[in-house]
């Protein structure tokens, strides 16, 4: 696929997330210090699940996967949308703002099927527990996860290479903070029907599939709870399934709100607060969501931060130890 088109433009102005001087510098701020939470708690939470051996289950595999794609997912558009906060023009050039569009697309693809392949995950704990190590076997997890990176590879593909078509005259300045489908054609100086008709159609199938696909484990998660006795073990199972619910809410609902809908200039700006959501809000949450409020990573959290403590206390008290014997040689 070639980044060439017939294009009189050669790069785009990323218009940003507000044009108020008084809001630059407290966004930065505040989108500067999300950013970092994001890289450090998905950063973490990949190296303990891939240091504890009891954390190598199909949860936990999942969850890898999730923190590697929110990770990677973040860093598409964070750091040029804080370049924009501190400059007056914030440029991207034609190449760039496809790859960025591709690589996005990839990702946020990549996380809706995760999202779906947990909540399977979490209807075969509840529901059939006795056949959990069959139904997510190692076998069947390579292969969710092979499938929900071949689904994000042929949307992404489709995306871009129907925006590659496209060609633009006069109009640069893109109405977002990165380059996302809906504002960048709006800018195409060509008819954009049939990049339209891709994004209803395969937006829309990767938003409607998935979101019936956990509404229905979640109605037989739900059935399978309240067949639980145990008061504890409701609560437990509600505990677990509440967590991924708020976050397929926000992620979803957010992408429903910005790709099923006309677009327009007021929908832009719109859109743009609600994009906050699922490329922001969304990926700094994970690792709170799913780590800091689980027992067994707290447990993997301390049993590593034990390890270092002994391993320090051990190689200070080898130091006092040499330290005790030079000097008994010398008085």
Same mark, same amino acid.
Do not use: W
């Given at each position: 696929?070639?980044?060439?088109?017939?294009?009189?433009?050669?790069?785009?102005?990323?218009?940003? $997330?507000?044009?108020?001087?008084?809001?630059?510098?407290?966004?930065?701020?505040?989108?500067?210090?999300? =950013?970092?939470?994001?890289?450090?708690?998905?950063?973490?939470?990949?190296?303990?699940?891939?240091?504890?051996? /009891?954390? /190598?289950?199909?949860?936990?595999?999942?969850?890898?996967?999730?923190?590697?794609?929110?990770?990677?997912?973040?860093?598409?558009?964070?750091?040029?949308?804080?370049?924009?906060? $501190?400059?007056?023009?914030? &440029?991207?050039? =034609?190449?760039?703002?496809?790859?960025?569009?591709?690589?996005?697309?990839?990702?946020?693809?990549?996380?809706?099927?995760?999202?779906?392949?947990?909540?399977?995950?979490? =209807?075969?704990?509840?529901?059939?527990?006795?056949?959990?190590?069959?139904?997510?076997?190692?076998?069947?997890?390579?292969?969710?996860?092979?499938?929900?990176?071949?689904?994000?590879?042929?949307?992404?593909?489709? /995306?871009?290479?129907?925006?590659?078509?496209?060609?633009? @005259?006069?109009?640069?300045?893109?109405?977002?903070?990165? @380059?996302?489908?809906?504002?960048?054609?709006?800018?195409?100086?060509?008819?954009? =029907?049939?990049?339209? #008709?891709? &994004?209803?159609?395969?937006?829309?199938?990767?938003?409607?599939?998935? @979101?019936?696909?956990?509404? #229905?484990?979640?109605?037989?998660? #739900?059935?399978?709870?309240?067949?639980?006795?145990?008061?504890?073990?409701?609560?437990?199972?509600?505990?677990?399934?509440?967590?991924?619910?708020?976050?397929?809410?926000?992620?979803?609902?957010?992408?429903?709100?910005?790709?099923?809908?006309?677009?327009?200039?007021?929908?832009?700006?719109?859109?743009?607060?609600?994009? &906050?959501?699922?490329?922001?809000?969304?990926?700094?949450?994970?690792?709170?969501?799913?780590?800091?409020?689980?027992?067994?990573?707290?447990?993997?959290?301390?049993?590593?931060?034990?390890?270092?403590?002994?391993?320090?206390?051990?190689?200070? #008290?080898?130091?006092?130890?040499?330290?005790?014997?030079?000097?008994?040689?010398?008085?």
């Amino acid at each position: 696929m070639t980044l060439e088109n017939d294009s009189f433009v050669t790069g785009f102005i990323l218009m940003g $997330l507000t044009d108020r001087p008084d809001l630059q510098l407290p966004l930065f701020f505040l989108f500067l210090g999300m =950013y970092v939470f994001t890289v450090l708690g998905n950063l973490g939470l990949i190296i303990l699940i891939g240091l504890n051996s /009891h954390l /190598h289950t199909p949860m936990y595999f999942l969850l890898f996967n999730l923190s590697f794609i929110d990770l990677h997912y973040t860093a598409v558009f964070t750091p040029k949308m804080l370049i924009n906060f $501190l400059s007056q023009k914030n &440029v991207i050039s =034609y190449r760039g703002c496809m790859t960025q569009l591709y690589f996005y697309c990839l990702f946020i693809i990549s996380e809706i099927y995760v999202l779906t392949s947990m909540a399977y995950d979490r =209807y075969v704990a509840i529901c059939d527990p006795l056949l959990y190590n069959t139904a997510m076997s190692p076998k069947v997890c390579c292969s969710l996860m092979l499938g929900s990176y071949l689904m994000a590879f042929s949307g992404a593909m489709a /995306h871009t290479g129907c925006m590659l078509r496209l060609t633009f @005259c006069d109009a640069n300045a893109i109405n977002h903070y990165f @380059c996302d489908i809906l504002p960048v054609m709006q800018l195409s100086c060509s008819s954009s =029907y049939v990049n339209e #008709l891709v &994004v209803f159609t395969v937006a829309g199938f990767n938003i409607i599939v998935p @979101c019936i696909t956990i509404f #229905l484990s979640y109605v037989f998660i #739900l059935s399978g709870i309240f067949k639980i006795h145990s008061t504890k073990g409701r609560l437990k199972a509600f505990g677990t399934c509440g967590s991924h619910i708020i976050t397929v809410s926000l992620f979803f609902g957010s992408c429903a709100f910005m790709y099923l809908k006309p677009s327009s200039a007021a929908s832009m700006n719109q859109g743009k607060i609600c994009s &906050v959501f699922y490329t922001n809000v969304v990926p700094m949450m994970n690792p709170v969501i799913y780590s800091l409020r689980n027992k067994d990573v707290k447990v993997a959290l301390r049993k590593s931060l034990g390890k270092k403590d002994s391993f320090d206390q051990k190689q200070s #008290l080898s130091v006092h130890v040499f330290t005790t014997q030079i000097n008994s040689k010398f008085i």
